[in-house]
C-alpha cells in the first residue's frame, strides 16, 4: 500500500482486520499525533508546512499569472489529517455517472449510499433512509457553533436557498440547499481516516505502517508488478509484492510514480527519459480541482472567535437552473481569508469574517507530467484553472451571490461594513475573480476510472494493461464529486477493499 489517507488508511486497515495478508503501508510523511493535526483550529498551520507536500501549479493568464498552491497531505493520514474536516458525501448524480463512465453499476448511488450508511456513525439528525449510526466512521454536526454559521443560513433563504438538517441527506439528492457542516470532530478533536482505520489494526502482527518511506518506482517485470523501490532515512531498498500493489498516493503523486516507473503517455515518458514499459495515455490527464475564491469579506460590528474549524456552514446551488447538478459550494469562514493580490489591495481588519465563493462542477481540466526521470524532479502541474469561460461566468455568478447573502436583513448584527470586493460587474468582477481565485485542495482525476482511451483503470479499480496493480484515491475519480473530497475518496477504498477481500 503506497499512502496512509483517505483512501490507503481504509483499504489497508480493512485488508488486515478482515484476511490474513501481510500489508506493508509506504508513508512519506511522519506521525499525525500532534496539535497540528489534532488541533480542529490549527489546520490551517500544516499548509504549506513540513506536512505538505508544497506543490504549486504553474503560474497562468487565467489566474493573472498567479500560481496557486496544491496542498496535499504528506502524513499519516495524507489529506484528512490537513484538511477542514468536512464530511460531505457527493451529489447523488456524481456516482450515478461513475457508474456510467465504467459500466459497473456497483458505482451507482443506490449502493454507494449501503456504503455509506455501513461505514458511518452518525450523531446528527436521525434518517434512517440515508444515514448510518452503527458504522466506524463517527460524523456530527458541527456543535456549539459561532452564531454567525445559523444566520447564514437565515442568509440564505433571502435568495431561496432553503435550509436543511443535514448537509448530506436529501439535500444532496436533488437541487441542494443551505446547512451546517458535516464534521470529522468528536470532543474538540479532529478525527482522520486512519483513527478508525488504522490504529487498531497496527496492533496486529500482519500490517506495517513505515513512516518517511518515499516511493521511487513500481517494479515491473514484463508487465507484471513485483515490487516497490522506496527511499527512507537515505537507503533505497525495494520490496517484493507477491499479490498486488495499491497506489493511493493522490491525484499527484500517483501519477507521478506511474510514469517514474514507465507507466504513461509514452511520447511524454520519452521526452523526459524515462523508459516506457507500458504506454497509457491518460496518466496525469484530466487534472480537476474545485474553485475556493478568496473571498467576499465583513467587519464584524463585534468580533466573535471562530469555532470548531472555523468553517461552519455552507450551502449547494446552481449557477445556472438548468444545470442537474448543484456546481456552487462557498463556505462561511469565521475569520478573514483573502488572497495575496487582495491582501495588498483591501485593507482587511483582523475582525472580519468571510463567505468564500466556491464551483464544485469545473468544466476545466489540467494536467501533471514530469519534468525529468529522477524521483527528486519536480512534477508540472498545470490546474487549468478557469480555463474555460464556463467557470469564470460560474464563478463571478457565485461572487455575486455570495455578497448578496452576506449583505441581507439576517446577517446585518453582524456586519459593521462591506470591506471586499463592493458592488463590481463586467471586467472588474471578472479581474476581481481572476485575483480571488484559489483552490479548495480537493486535487482528483488524473488516473480516471473509465472505458474509453484516457481511462487509466476500469471499475475494479485495476490499471489497464498491469497485471497486480490497482489505484485507491481520488485520482481515480472519472469527474471530481460535488464537494470536499474526503468522504467520496473513502467511499473508493471501501469499494477497493470489497473488490480485494471479494
Known sequence: MIGSGSGGAVVA??????????????????????????NPLMWSTNIMSERDWGYMAEPSDK??????ILPMGKVVGGGSSINVMIWARGHKNDFDFWASETGDEAWNY?????????????????DDTRRGTDGRLFVDQVQDPNPIAPAFLDACGTVGI?????????MMEGEGGAALANVRIKDGMRRNIPSDYLWETLKQPNITLLTGATVHRIELDGTTVTGVTFEKDGEVMTVGANERVVLSAGAINTPKILMQSGIGPAAHLGEVGVEVKHDLPGVGQNFQDHILAAGCVWEYNTPLPPKNSAAEATFFWKSDSSLDTPDLQPFQIEVPYVSEVHGGAYEVPAGTWTIAPGIVRPQSTGEVKLTGANPEDPVSIDG????????????????ELCREIGNS????EFVKREVMPGALSGEDLKDFARNAAGTYFHESCTCKMGTDEMSVVNGSLSVYGIEKLSIADASAMPRVSTGNTMASTVIIGERMADILIG
Open 110 to 126: 443506490e449502493n454507494v449510499l449501503e456504503i455509506y450508511k455501513r461505514i458511518e456513525n452518525w450523531q446528527g439528525t436521525p
Open 63 to 68: 489566474v493573472n499569472g498567479r500560481s496557486l
Open 162 to 170: 432553503p435550509a436543511y438538517d443535514d448537509m448530506n441527506g436529501e
Open 384 to 399: 487549468g484553472f478557469l480555463k474555460e469561460e464556463a467557470d469564470l461566468t460560474a464563478l463571478t455568478r457565485c461572487i
Open 409 to 412: 436583513s439576517p446577517m446585518a
Open 13 to 38: 486497515g480493512r485488508l488486515a482486520a478482515e484476511t490474513d495478508a501481510n500489508v506493508l503501508v509506504l508513508e512519506a510523511g511522519g506521525t499525525d499525533q500532534i496539535d497540528a493535526v489534532l
